[in-house]
């Protein structure tokens, strides 16, 4: 695989470069020097397909801001995957708010509990589960609270925003104090 041109591929080139790094040979070696050293590439991008989370993050903020949402959430996802903590919670505002993508509340949770008992994130996990509640009682036409509660996912949403909203609250953040003081 050619990682000189892999810019409009990143899974291919981060995929080779990855298994490049493991190989012991000299080629291997040889073809992921040339890459580095090679000044067509960006520095940046170099940096990214070689694994550097710091660099993943900042070009796939950048991508997706300049319109480049597929690329940009791809290099995210790479560097929350690998911890990045910025990158997995501008992953969960990205599929929450539904910018340049179509909300999806599930995957927003996914990436917000990556941040672990983040006050910030539990209570966006509570939003999202909110979200959630609101979407199936209107597909479910789930009218009164009988309906709401002889609704088994509705419920579980119900359960799982209550326990992010108290966890976030607990860990100090003011939104969700407010709101369960209501």
């Not at 090679?38 to 991508?63: C, E, H, M, W």
């Not at 940009?72 to 997995?88: D, S, T, Y």
């Amino acid at each position: 695989f050619d990682l000189m041109n892999a810019k409009e591929k990143p899974a291919k080139a981060v995929k080779a470069a990855a298994l490049l790094r493991e190989s012991d040979s000299s080629e291997a070696r040889a073809v992921l020097d040339a890459f580095y050293k090679n000044t067509q590439v960006d520095p940046l991008y170099q940096r990214a397909v070689l694994g550097d989370v710091d660099a993943q993050f900042i070009g796939g903020k950048y991508s997706y801001g300049e319109g480049n949402t597929e690329n940009g959430i791809f290099w995210l996802k790479q560097a929350a995957e690998q911890g990045h903590r910025e990158a997995a919670d501008y992953l969960g505002h990205i599929y929450t708010g539904g910018y340049k993508t179509p909300a999806n509340y599930k995957e927003a949770i996914r990436w917000f509990e990556k941040l672990g008992n983040d006050a910030e994130a539990q209570y966006n996990i509570a939003v999202c589960y909110y979200k959630l509640m609101a979407k199936r009682a209107e597909e479910k036409n789930l009218k009164t609270r009988l309906d709401r509660v002889s609704d088994y996912e509705y419920l579980n949403y119900s359960m799982s925003y209550h326990d992010y909203m108290q966890r976030a609250a607990e860990n100090g953040y003011a939104k969700a104090k407010e709101i369960l003081r209501k």
